[in-house]
């Protein structure tokens, strides 16, 4: 199968560092079509980055500048601007549409372009690194006649009532599989379960880093701000962080919390003046505020 991926900055390069590592076999995909007003931008980064990493994809790579996008059979990968969307005429009926556009819902992208699968992502920057913390929403877009053509495709169409369900249900476990490769290529693939599920992970994951950010930068002043050099500070925080991370896979970060704090001590101080300050309530505030506005900017893009 095809993937075209539509758009090629910062998200599309993020995403195509990891799908270029794995294998064409896993994938399913066997050869990678970027495609926009001038595709030719990420060639030299791509090639480079398949060189280096011995990719499978190297010599099946090709770039097409034009707004006119075949689908048909295909996986499209929409990394583009949401206010793009509307430059591209999408041709036939795509095989799988994976779409990290922030704000645009299944519906609209309906509108747009016709898929069997439709799998909306909520990325973040760590795909760079390929530890993307995503959250994912697999919609079907379907007829029953165009389902069962599709599952006849991948088994062999069986005739009664009770093994079409059958083979219903292990279509689906395979289109889950694909896109679970997918999105793990460049990180974590949480499957959640609705729109509302999705636009709360942009508190969890989506606008997360910069909070972290945030909190990073507060403490690097703070050890600036006590006598510590900027780079050293600065360096302190970035392996705290790293240790930290290594922590949360093994305990909540309230069991973090009691773990460095004995009493009558120096963290039990910063703690009681963050509780005097809701310091932990404003963080939580400030990301649903985040949520909000998504919801808010997603109901206008479907009413344009
Ligand atoms: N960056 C993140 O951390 C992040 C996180 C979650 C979701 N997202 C989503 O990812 C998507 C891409 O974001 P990004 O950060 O990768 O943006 P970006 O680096 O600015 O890339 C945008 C892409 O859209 C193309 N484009 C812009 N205007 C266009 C036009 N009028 N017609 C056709 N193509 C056009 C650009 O091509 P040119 O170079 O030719 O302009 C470029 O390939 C967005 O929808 C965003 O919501 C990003």
């Not at 931008?41 to 770039?63: G, H, P």
């Not at 549409?97 to 645009?104: D, N, R």
């Not at 009770?162 to 219903?168: C, L, R, S, V």
């Not at 499957?191 to 969890?204: C, D, G, K, M, R």
């Amino acid at each position: 199968m095809e993937l075209v991926v539509v758009g090629y900055g910062n998200m599309a390069k993020a995403i195509l560092g990891g799908l270029i590592r794995q294998s064409k076999e896993l994938l399913d995909i066997t050869k990678i079509v970027i495609a926009g007003r001038a595709p030719r931008k990420i060639e030299a980064w791509l090639q480079e980055s398949m060189q280096t990493c011995r990719s499978e994809f190297l010599n099946d790579v090709i770039y097409e500048t034009t707004y006119d996008i075949e689908c048909d059979g295909r996986v499209v990968l929409l990394a583009c601007k949401p206010y793009n969307l509307d430059s591209f005429i999408f041709h036939g009926r795509a095989h799988i549409v994976y779409s990290v556009l922030a704000g645009i819902n299944a519906g609209v992208l309906h509108n747009h372009i016709q898929s069997y699968h439709y799998a909306l992502i909520m990325p973040n920057v760590g795909a760079r690194y390929n530890l993307s913390s995503s959250a994912v929403l697999w919609q079907q877009h379907a007829t029953k006649n165009q389902t069962i053509k599709e599952v006849g495709k991948v088994l062999n169409l069986m005739i009664d009532s009770h093994n079409m369900q059958e083979a219903h249900e292990k279509n689906n476990a395979h289109i889950q599989t694909q896109i679970m490769r997918f999105v793990s290529s460049f990180g974590n693939c949480e499957f959640v379960e609705s729109e509302e599920e999705l636009f709360a992970s942009i508190a969890t994951n989506g606008s997360s880093p910069a909070l972290l950010a945030l909190v990073a930068q507060g403490l690097i002043n703070a050890g600036v701000k006590q006598g510590l050099k900027l780079e050293t500070s600065q360096r302190l925080v970035q392996k705290t962080f790293e240790g930290m991370a290594a922590l949360l896979k093994e305990k909540s970060p309230q069991e973090i919390k009691d773990l460095v704090t004995s009493p009558g001590g120096t963290t039990a101080e910063a703690l009681l003046f963050c509780d005097e300050n809701s310091v932990q309530g404003n963080i939580a505030r400030a990301c649903v505020k985040a949520v909000e506005k998504a919801k808010e900017i997603a109901s206008k893009q479907a009413n344009i």
